[in-house]
Nanobody, 123 residues
Framework: QVHLVESGGGLVQAGGSLRLSCLASGRTASSVAMGWFRQAPGKERRFVAAITSSGEVTDYADSVKGRFFISRDNAKDTVYLQMNSLKPEDTAIYYC????????????????WGQGTQVTVSS
């Protein structure tokens, strides 16, 4: 099991940037794929970005491609989500997830989840 704690959320104006962090702890934290999902009020949780255990492969939802960037520092057991050119529609709770599945875009591909961090983008 991997324990995940997100941080870095907050309130930002449209066009601004935020960097989310996800600290992972557990015996296999550096050997699992990591993903970011988000859930807006009244909506289902949706895929944002994912990165393989080595960091060599990344994937993004079309809605954030070119604006958001996922990375990881396995020495620090931390995954980051750099969010640029933020839009009001990016407002959501952002969740970090860890798993061994290749189904990185699916909720079912992850075994462990953090508690989430709120991101609010004002217009």
């Amino acid at each position: 099991q991997v324990h995940l704690v997100e941080s870095g959320g907050g309130l930002v104006q449209a066009g601004g940037s935020l960097r989310l962090s996800c600290l992972a702890s557990g015996r296999t934290a550096s050997s699992v794929a990591m993903g970011w999902f988000r859930q807006a009020p009244g909506k289902e949780r949706r895929f944002v970005a994912a990165i393989t255990s080595s960091g060599e492969v990344t994937d993004y939802a079309d809605s954030v491609k070119g604006r958001f960037f996922i990375s990881r520092d396995n020495a620090k057991d931390t995954v980051y989500l750099q969010m640029n050119s933020l839009k009001p529609e990016d407002t959501a709770i952002y969740y970090c997830a860890a798993g061994n599945s290749l189904l990185l875009r699916l909720l079912a591909g992850y075994d462990d989840w953090g508690q989430g961090t709120q991101v609010t983008v004002s217009s």
